[in-house]
């Protein structure tokens, strides 16, 4: 086997730093009764704000830091997160709290090119999420973590146990039960590295209440297995992202959107699947009393391009009124559907979205209003007025066979109807080309509407062929109803 590690340092930082773009000084605070700094930004670290200082002075110091409460359950759902996003990677995916993720690779190596090409994907797409993570590869998952945390991560082709022999100590209490009295126990025996301790007589250390520290190394070392429980993705998508600082401009809410979006491109690769469409949640501060605002994006195709996505949402926000300053986003995306891979062409272009009518109906949709774009559609009904409806633009989707199929009219119908009939003098029967094809009315409209019609082709003085018809009721009025061309 072969475990990919990846270990995500000052995780409680980087949960409110992915949905943000600018450099503002920023710190996390620990909880009551002692409010101390447990993580900064490097714009907060260049002003000397480090952990461990208390909240008075990391103001004194930084007056214009912004610090936020540390949030656990937000480390867990982005634990949560790039687990199902590490799923369009390998299916083989384990949680490693408080800040790992675990992925066996060996499978999918020839898939991706090899190790090197394999990190260097997982390394920029993880960017993309807005995580920062130090990778590293190793035959066990405990070695492959100590080495994320510890290690250089260059050293991939030399033996695992040259490379857990240089590793510091404390590498020991990561993952595993050892405490800090082991620590001391073996820090005060003059012991350093991991090398060192794995040389010590394990009886000695037995009597020494220090068993946990040799079945660590030997479940590092891969002498004795290391079972890891599968991670299961949810069956629904939903990521919640909060912003460090309430924010109503447009583009901080694409940036944190796409955030968003690049967890949901991970969830769907993993299950080879596309949706028709996603919500996005606008959270607007706690004292402003504004409930949260839903937007449906509707994609317009089964799809899980995120060019398409980013697309629609950034023309859904151009024209979003904010009632107030946006305080967390969340996307939800349900009903996954099995997506087969886009066949490529011989010759391929540039245009991958040219005669994409799906795009330019939701795009249309997105920036106009629902109501603003409609599509016609047959209706069974024999007279040519009633014969079609206004319907919602369709999402493409499975073909279902129609159980009673419209018939087709015996002869053929103009592409263009005028709004109301116009009466016309009697044509010269020379003009008439064919008919009279007769239609009757509906007796179920009212009595107006009872008088049939006979329906001829005539070609006009100005050469246009036409579609008329002559009332068959008195006064036999002759009618203009539409043009053939």
């Not at 969340?330 to 991958?352: K, Q, V, Y």
């Not at 064919?434 to 179920?444: K, L, N, V």
């Not at 009212?446 to 009332?471: H, I, K, M, N, S």
Request: charged share 20%; hydrophobic share 40%; net charge neutral.
């Amino acid at each position: 086997m072969l475990w990919c590690a990846l270990y995500l340092p000052d995780l409680p930082l980087q949960v409110f730093t992915r949905g943000r773009s600018e450099s503002a000084p920023l710190a996390v605070l620990d909880g009551h009764p002692r409010r101390r700094i447990v993580a900064a930004d490097p714009a907060a670290m260049a002003c000397g704000v480090e952990p461990g200082l208390g909240r008075a002075s990391a103001l004194a110091i930084a007056p214009e830091l912004c610090l936020v409460d540390r949030a656990p359950s937000l480390e867990h759902a982005a634990l949560i997160d790039i687990a199902s996003w590490a799923g369009r990677f390998t299916p083989a995916v384990s949680l490693d709290p408080p800040n790992t993720v675990l992925l066996e690779v060996e499978a999918c190596l020839r898939l991706f090119g090899g190790l090197a090409p394999l990190g260097r994907q997982i390394t920029r797409q993880i960017e993309e999420l807005g995580f920062h993570a130090r990778l590293a590869f190793a035959q066990t998952a405990l070695a492959a973590r100590w080495l994320a945390r510890f290690g250089t991560g260059d050293d991939v082709g030399k033996p695992l146990a040259e490379r857990l022999d240089r590793l510091p100590l404390r590498a020991l209490a990561e993952g595993t039960p050892v405490g800090s009295d082991n620590l001391d126990l073996l820090t005060g025996t003059g012991h350093a590295t991991l090398g060192e301790v794995r040389r010590l007589p394990r009886h000695g250390l037995a009597r020494r209440h220090a068993q946990a520290v040799t079945d660590a190394i030997d479940r590092a070392y891969g002498h004795v297995p290391d079972p890891r429980s599968w991670f299961s993705p949810p069956e629904r998508y939903l990521s919640r992202l909060p912003l460090p600082t309430p924010s109503g401009q447009a583009d901080t809410l694409l940036f944190a959107t796409r955030r968003l979006l690049a967890g949901l491109a991970g969830w769907l690769d993993a299950r080879q699947a596309g949706v028709e469409r996603f919500t996005l949640v606008l959270e607007f501060e706690r004292n402003s009393q504004v409930p949260e605002t839903s937007v449906e994006i509707v994609l317009g195709v089964l799809s899980r391009d995120m060019v398409r996505c980013q697309l629609l949402a950034r023309e859904h926000l151009n024209r979003l009124p904010l009632p107030a300053a946006v305080d967390a986003l969340r996307l939800a995306a349900d009903l996954p559907c099995p997506l087969a891979p886009s066949a490529g062409e011989l010759f391929e272009g540039d245009d991958e979205h040219r005669g994409d009518a799906g795009l330019l109906v939701a795009t249309l949709r997105a920036r106009l209003g629902d109501q603003a774009v409609r599509c016609l559609t047959p209706h069974p009904d024999h007279r040519p007025e009633k014969a079609w409806r206004w319907i919602e633009p369709p999402v493409p989707g499975p073909v279902h066979t129609r159980s009673t199929p419209i018939p087709l009219p015996p002869s053929p119908r103009p592409l263009w109807l005028l709004p109301e009939p116009r009466a016309i003098p009697a044509p010269q029967p020379w003009s008439l080309l064919a008919g009279p094809e007769r239609i009757e009315s509906g007796w179920w409209d009212g009595p107006e509407a009872t008088v049939g019609r006979d329906y001829f082709v005539a070609r006009t003085q100005d050469g246009c062929l036409a579609w008329v018809f002559r009332e068959r009721g008195a006064p036999h009025g002759w009618y203009l109803h539409g043009y053939f061309a």
